[in-house]
């Protein structure tokens, strides 16, 4: 299990949710991701993929302006 | 047999749903592909500007996933889907939107997504004579033609006035239980929603993306013929959709914002831009596209000076920022109202 982080600020949706997915796709079940963005809109878009897409949402919270989402790559 | 699974072309509206939908209850596997282009309606564009609206700032593409329970792959195709603007092989429908050649581009990469990962066919939800350009009886087999998914693309909601596909050849899916939509009338998929039990879906006026857009596509052939240069990035077709665009001069555009969130928005962008704001009064943010010279640079300020609070001023100090962020002022009186001509709107 290992800790990862995205950049994603700056990027408008649903670019936050596709460079998610992306990253994910390397990862192994059980790693977690750390999303950053500033699109208020991927507040509702990354938890929406990750509940269809099967990986955990462990938070989402604003910190600065910014939203710092910890995502939980769930097995296929 | 092993089941069958189908990719499903889904744009967030209500007819790539019922399709979906429809192949769904017929035990087939299926997973959604979307593509950004950047053209794509976005409810957070939209958001963009009333932060507080009571419409939900929602991804139509990943609701309609969720509520069909099949997992969406959001495919970024932002710089292969220039060409396909650039130089449509069939044209443009009313506005700049190529609709034929961009549903044939989507079609062919959903192709490759089946392809490498091991799926059986391809689904969307065109109905025929639905739309003026890309759905009619005899362009539906130039999409399937020119994609080269040719009889894996099935329309479940049309399917019947079709020739059978693989899928309804092969019996993977039983063609009785297929549809026989056509026609501009909406009804027959209200009547399928309401049997299948939706209700909120999103239904798109004028079509998926914002390129059948009036206005929108006068921005966009703005920017090309300023530019001498039909080619765009990312960042300019983002900023086609927010603020106040004002083209006082030939050599530079103004991109005005009109309220608290687009302003937050474009201060994104104030490395890329030359900038103004008004610093004796509150106003708005304007980025300058463009190079004007001294005297443009004063009528800019005149005109920024004008969208602040300080419009009935006799005076305004406005903050000029360059691209390497050396800022200086200028002090101007706000251009009056008459003599901003309409024609500087684009
Ligand atoms: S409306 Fe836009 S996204 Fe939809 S088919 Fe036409 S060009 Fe493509």
Redesign the interface.
């Known amino acids: 299990m290992s800790e990862h982080r995205l950049d994603a600020r ?1 990027l ?4 936050p ?2 460079r998610t ?1 992306d990253r994910i796709k390397d990862l192994a079940p059980g790693d977690i991701l750390e999303v950053i963005c ?4 991927a507040s ?2 990354i938890p ?2 990750c ?3 099967g990986h955990s949402l462990l938070s989402c919270h604003e910190r600065d302006g910014e939203i710092v989402l910890r995502i939980e790559v769930g097995g296929d | 047999m092993s089941k069958r699974k189908a990719v499903s072309l889904i744009s967030g509206g209500l007819d790539s749903m019922l399709a979906t939908k429809t192949i769904l209850e017929q035990g087939i596997h299926v997973e959604g592909i979307n593509f ?1 282009t950047g053209f ?1 309606v ?4 939209h ?1 963009i500007r009333k ?1 507080d609206q009571k419409k ?4 139509n ?3 309609v ?2 509520q069909l329970g ?7 195709v932002v710089e292969e889907y220039k060409s396909v603007l650039l130089n449509p092989r069939h044209g443009y429908g009313a506005n700049m939107n190529p609709c034929l050649d961009c549903k044939g581009f989507m079609v062919r990469k959903a192709l490759e997504w089946m392809e490498e990962n091991g799926f059986d066919f391809i689904i969307t939800g065109e109905v025929i004579g639905q739309r003026p350009m890309s759905q009619r009886r005899d362009t539906l087999p130039v999409i399937a033609r020119e994609s080269g998914a040719n009889d894996r693309l099935l329309r479940p909601l049309c399917a019947k006035l079709l020739p059978p596909t693989l899928p309804e050849r092969e019996g993977w899916v039983d063609r009785e239980r297929l549809h026989d939509f056509s026609g501009r009338s909406r009804k027959p998929q209200m009547r399928l929603a309401a049997r299948f039990g939706l209700k909120d879906y999103a239904q798109p006026a004028g079509g998926c993306c914002f390129l059948t857009d009036k206005s929108y596509s006068d921005r966009l052939v703005d920017l090309w013929q300023a530019r001498d240069r039909r080619d765009y990035e990312l960042d300019d077709i ?1 900023l086609l959709k927010v603020g106040r665009h004002l083209r006082p001069r030939p050599g530079f555009k103004m991109i005005i914002g009109r309220e608290q969130g687009e302003n937050k928005f474009m201060e ?1 962008y104030r490395r890329q831009f030359m900038h103004m704001h008004t610093t004796s009064c509150p106003g708005p943010l304007v980025l300058i596209d463009g190079r004007p010279d001294e005297q443009e640079l004063e009528l800019a300020a005149r005109i920024t000076a004008r969208f602040s609070q300080g419009r009935d001023q006799a005076r305004v100090r406005v903050a000029v920022t360059d691209r390497n962020g050396v800022s200086r002022e200028l002090e101007v009186a706000p251009l009056p109202p008459q003599d901003i001509a309409p024609e500087w709107h684009i």
């Open positions: 700056r408008l949706c649903p670019m949710v596709i997915q500033t699109d208020p809109g509702n878009d929406a993929w509940r269809i897409n | 950004f794509c976005e409810g957070h564009t958001a932060r939900p700032k929602r991804n593409a990943l609701w996933a969720e099949i997992k969406l792959h959001i495919i970024d983002m994104g």
